[in-house]
């Protein structure tokens, strides 16, 4: 059984930081796609970043490019995401999605889509304040 769980929101001043976690578990961690989203109650979810683990291809969302850094650590199944410079319109609930490859190096994984990943987490709340 797939299980993603978030951890690290909290409430920062702008111009802070923050690391997100998401501890997986029950697929094979080193070869599986990988995202972060962030969601505003009644608005759409938002592709953050993306990771496809096999080989760390990273893809961002140009509102985060230079401030936010995703990573994985296969020894600890665990996703990240660094984010720094926060600003107020960071604030969101921020998730972490999965989704197995059925494509060669991750051709098909759906990077900034949410829609497309087949699991998410509960997600955790980042709050930043001016």
């Known amino acids: 059984q797939v299980r993603l769980v978030e951890s690290g929101g909290d409430s920062v001043q702008a111009g802070g930081s923050l690391r997100l976690s998401c501890a997986a578990s029950?697929?094979?961690?080193?070869?599986?796609?990988m995202g972060w989203f962030r969601q505003i109650p009644g608005k759409e979810p938002e592709g953050v970043a993306a990771l496809y683990t096999t080989d760390n291809t990273a893809y961002y969302a140009d509102s985060v490019k230079g401030r936010f850094i995703i990573s994985g650590d296969e020894d600890k199944r665990t996703l990240y995401l660094e984010m720094s410079s926060l600003q107020p319109e960071d604030s969101a609930m921020y998730y972490c999605?999965?989704?197995?490859?059925?494509?060669?190096?991750?051709?098909?994984?759906?990077?900034?889509?949410?829609?497309?990943?087949?699991?998410r987490g509960q997600g955790t709340q980042v709050t930043v304040s001016s």
């Open positions: 029950g697929f094979s961690f080193g070869t599986y796609c």
């Open positions: 999605a999965a989704k197995a490859p059925t494509a060669p190096y991750g051709s098909d994984c759906p990077r900034l889509n949410a829609a497309r990943y087949t699991y």
